[in-house]
């Protein structure tokens, strides 16, 4: 069992559309990131949270500890949001990584 | 504002060759790391460097050195390269020795196939 799940595992959108990613873990963590990797390109840190919720322009990440979930929300999806989405936790000293979550939206 | 910067972005090998992808950032980071990136899996670390002089194993070392040559340079050879050891290499660092508690920063990737 991956300790790190994301879904879904490919997700296609209309422009406007409000989007959730989802990441569940099974072990304890530190902190979860969630990365956004642009095809062909490079891997960026999008949040970095541990209790709660974050909020940048369009994208919101929230976090329940209890449950070990987390979400990823895009409002007013954008064709530049396509994109591959990471989640990741910190646990015992290390990342661990989910396998992503494909996201393309349309115009 | 560079960030983490690997070299070279693309390489092909023909199996045996050896080579050593090339990593340095500019931001004073303690720890950096080496994961490949394969079609289907996360995101796995072959090295790390929690601080200068220091490097361990992570969950893939095998067919890998590495070499933290000072505070900014973190070095990935592949001494006998196989085709197995086609995939997507990413460097990154973080601010304080490992953990999930620092932001991390990633390089853009060096594209590694090996015939």
């Known amino acids: 069992k991956n300790e790190v799940e994301q879904s879904p595992q490919n997700l296609t959108a209309q422009e406007g559309e409000f989007i959730t990613i989802n990441c569940s873990y099974s072990v304890g963590i530190s902190a979860l990131h969630w990365l956004q990797q642009h095809p062909g390109g490079g891997i960026v840190s999008l949040f970095m949270l541990s209790s709660g919720k974050k909020k940048h322009g369009r994208l919101i990440a929230t976090i329940n500890i209890q449950e070990k979930h987390s979400s990823l929300h895009i409002t007013a999806s954008h064709p530049r949001d396509s994109a591959v989405y990471i989640c990741?936790?910190?646990?015992?000293?290390?990342?661990?990584f989910g396998k992503g979550t494909k996201l393309s939206v349309k115009p | 504002n560079a960030g983490v910067t690997q070299t070279p972005k693309f390489q092909v090998l023909k199996t045996g060759q050896s080579m050593t992808l090339q990593c340095a950032q500019d931001m004073n980071h303690n720890s950096m790391y080496w994961y490949r990136q394969d079609p289907g899996m996360g995101l796995r670390l072959i090295y790390y460097s929690a601080s200068e002089g220091t490097t361990d194993k992570g969950e893939v070392p095998n067919g890998y050195n590495v070499s933290r040559l000072n505070k900014r340079e973190f070095s990935l050879r592949l001494e006998s390269a196989a085709p197995s050891q086609t995939s997507v290499y990413f460097c990154?660092?973080?601010?304080?020795?490992?953990?999930?508690?620092?932001?991390?920063?990633f390089g853009e990737g060096s594209w590694l196939t090996v015939v």
């Open positions: 990741a936790v910190g646990s015992q000293g290390n990342l661990i």
């Open positions: 990154a660092s973080t601010p304080q020795a490992p953990g999930g508690g620092n932001t991390i920063y």
